[in-house]
């Protein structure tokens, strides 16, 4: 049953005794190794922009994290993510992933180029252990402002605990660090927790985002999630963007932070570094081929 339901489920297989030997001991190495990975600082970060469309610019990064696997090859989060949160490893993972993030929006301050950096929470990070101290010598330790750095929190994050989550997340919007809400509209979607809680930004989940063109409804509930945003004086980003239909749509709309393959796919921070500096930009040739299209410059 564990085998079909992190084989992503609704499925079905059949017991075996050899079968469930060979699956436990493959996962038994695959958590050792990636115990070793993440010790040994083998875990990798991509970083994928985040255009203002307006000003043609990448006004910040996301940091996206990569298990460079010796045998399995490139590994996502959805293939390892879900290992680290059962066997009590996704608060390190999580600090890691913090520290070389804030790290990379540190140095492109330091040349420059001051990109905010867009970090994923897990909700156990959030919720469990000391997330505020470990964030506070993060950003001691790095050197970032807090300012510059966005933590992306997920609903299911903080409905489980709305208290304690209430109570972190006015700490962090203390320390001066932004919140986003990510995957809006796909979870509780609770106008609860935006009336209650300090959250600065609404990242439209790239579901809604993928059929903007061809499905009305998709359509209005993009356009309801950016007028409650606007209304509420939050920043609104769509993510998923992979065509110039979309983004021109998210424009006529009045949403112009936007991320999505159409922009950048996620890259190493040398590639971001690349696309940032100016003289580079146009390597985006779709920021310019948008703009032209929209005639906003
Ligand atoms: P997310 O936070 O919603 O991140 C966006 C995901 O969409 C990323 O997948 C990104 O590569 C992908 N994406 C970006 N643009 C497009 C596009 O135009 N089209 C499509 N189809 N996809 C696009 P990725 O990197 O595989 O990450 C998957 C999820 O894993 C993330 O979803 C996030 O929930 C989680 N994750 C990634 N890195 C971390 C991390 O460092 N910590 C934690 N806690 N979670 C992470
Ligand atoms: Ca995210
Ligand atoms: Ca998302």
């Known amino acids: 049953m564990h085998r079909i339901k992190n084989e992503g489920g609704n499925s079905f297989g059949f017991y075996s005794m050899e079968s469930s030997v060979a699956w436990t001991r493959d996962r038994l190495k695959l958590e050792k190794e990636l115990r070793i990975a993440l010790n040994s600082g083998h875990l990798q970060v ?34 390892f993510i879900p290992l680290a949160e059962s066997i009590g490893l996704m608060e390190q993972l999580g600090k890691e992933v913090l520290k070389i993030a804030c790290l990379a929006a540190h140095k492109l301050i330091q040349i420059g180029k001051p990109i905010h950096v867009s970090v994923n929470v897990h909700p156990h990070q959030l919720l469990h252990g000391n997330f505020l101290p470990a964030l506070s010598r993060v950003l001691t ?117 936007q991320q999505g393959y159409f922009f950048s796919r996620p890259v190493p921070y040398e590639s971001i570094l690349q696309l940032v500096n100016e003289a580079d930009l146009s390597n985006l040739a779709s920021i310019k081929q948008l703009c032209a299209i929209v005639n906003l410059k």
Request: hydrophobic fraction near 45%.
């Open 46 to 79: 991509l970083y994928q922009p985040i255009v203002d469309v307006y000003q043609q610019n990448i006004v910040r990064m996301e940091a996206l994290v990569r298990w460079p696997h010796p045998t399995r090859g490139y590994l996502s989060p959805s293939e």
């Open 141 to 257: 330790e790095t050197g970032l402002p807090a300012t510059s750095l966005i933590l992306e929190i997920t609903e299911s994050a903080v409905v489980s605990d709305m208290a304690r989550a209430s109570v972190i997340l006015q700490q962090i919007n203390t320390l001066g660090a932004l919140i986003a809400l990510d995957d809006f509209g796909t979870g509780y979607s609770s106008l609860t927790l935006l009336r209650e809680l300090p959250i600065d930004i609404l990242k439209i989940d790239k579901s809604f985002i993928r059929a903007l063109d061809q499905n009305i409804n998709d359509l209005t509930i993009t356009q309801a999630i950016i007028g409650l945003g606007v209304n509420l004086g939050l920043m609104i980003v769509a993510e998923g963007v992979e065509s110039d239909r979309q983004a021109r749509i998210l424009l006529e709309n009045h949403c112009h932070l």
